[in-house]
C-alpha cells in the first residue's frame, strides 16, 4: 500500500458536471495539501490543511471546493470547471514540523475538461 | 520575481556519469528549507533530499548530493553514477516558515546508455 493514494487517477468532465478527487494518506502526517500541476508551469499550491483546518488558499477559484474530515482524508470538489482546468492535481502529506522531511506525494489525478 | 528558478528545461547524461541540476532561490525569510524532487513519468513527485538554511554541511542521501551555496542562494543537485532508472523530471522546492512551498518549473533529466 502506497503512503498516498489519489482517486481516480484519469477524470474526464464536462464544463457542467459535478466531480471529486479523493485522496488518502496512511503515512500519520498532520498536514495534507492540494496542488496543480499544468504542463510547463511551476507546480501550484492551492489548498493546505494542518490539523484539518484550512492554513493556505492560495486565490483558488470557488468552482474548487476542498474538504479535509480528518487528518487521513482529502477531497477536492469539482463543479463548472474550464478546459483551463486541465491539469494534473497532486496531492500530498507532511509531518507538521517538517525540517529533515519532505512531502510525500500521490501518483496525482490527470483532469480533462471538455 | 520568481522564487525558485531552474534554468535547465533539459539535460542529458551518460550513464555512470555524474550530473548537476541547477537550482536558484529568492527569499528574505532567514528560515527555510530547499527540497529536490523526481517526477517520472507515472507523475508522482517523489522527495530525493531536504537542506535546512541553518544547517552547516550539504545533505547527501546516496547517489543525491545537494551543493548548497548561500550566499549565492542557489541548491543544486548533484547525482553521482548516473543510471538509466534516473531519467525523469527533477523539481527544486523551498519552503519558508508555515506551509508555503515553491517549486521550480522541472528539469528534464535523461540518461544514455
Known amino acids: 500500500e502506497t503512503g498516498v493514494t489519489q482517486t481516480p487517477r484519469h477524470l474526464v468532465m464536462g464544463m457542467t458536471n459535478k466531480k471529486s478527487l479523493k485522496c488518502e494518506q496512511h503515512?500519520?502526517?498532520?498536514?495534507m495539501y492540494w496542488y496543480k500541476q499544468s504542463a510547463k508551469k511551476p507546480l501550484e499550491l492551492m489548498f493546505v490543511y494542518n490539523f484539518k483546518e484550512q492554513t493556505e488558499n492560495n486565490s483558488v477559484p470557488s468552482r474548487f471546493s476542498p474538504e479535509c474530515p480528518n487528518s487521513s482524508h482529502l477531497f477536492l470538489h469539482l463543479h463548472t470547471l474550464q478546459p483551463e482546468d486541465s491539469a494534473l492535481y497532486l496531492c500530498a502529506s507532511s509531518q507538521e514540523r517538517w525540517e529533515g522531511q519532505g512531502q510525500y506525494f500521490g501518483a496525482g489525478t490527470r483532469l480533462s475538461v471538455l | 520575481a520568481q522564487k525558485i528558478t531552474q534554468t535547465q528545461p533539459g539535460m542529458f547524461v551518460q550513464e555512470k556519469e555524474a550530473v548537476t541540476l541547477d537550482c536558484t532561490y529568492d527569499?528574505?525569510?532567514?528560515?527555510?528549507?530547499l527540497f529536490w524532487y523526481k517526477q517520472p513519468s507515472s507523475g508522482e513527485m517523489i522527495f530525493l533530499i531536504y537542506q535546512g538554511s541553518y544547517d552547516q554541511q550539504n545533505a547527501t542521501e546516496g547517489r543525491y548530493s545537494l551543493n548548497f551555496q548561500k550566499a549565492r542562494k542557489s541548491a543544486n543537485l548533484v547525482i553521482s553514477a548516473s543510471q538509466l532508472g534516473d531519467s525523469a523530471m527533477y523539481f527544486c522546492?523551498?519552503?519558508?516558515?508555515?506551509?508555503?512551498?515553491?517549486f521550480g518549473t522541472g528539469t528534464s533529466l535523461t540518461v544514455i546508455p
Open positions: 503515512l500519520g502526517h498532520n498536514a
Open positions: 527569499t528574505s525569510d532567514p528560515s527555510y528549507g
Open positions: 522546492a523551498m519552503r519558508e516558515g508555515g506551509n508555503q512551498f515553491y
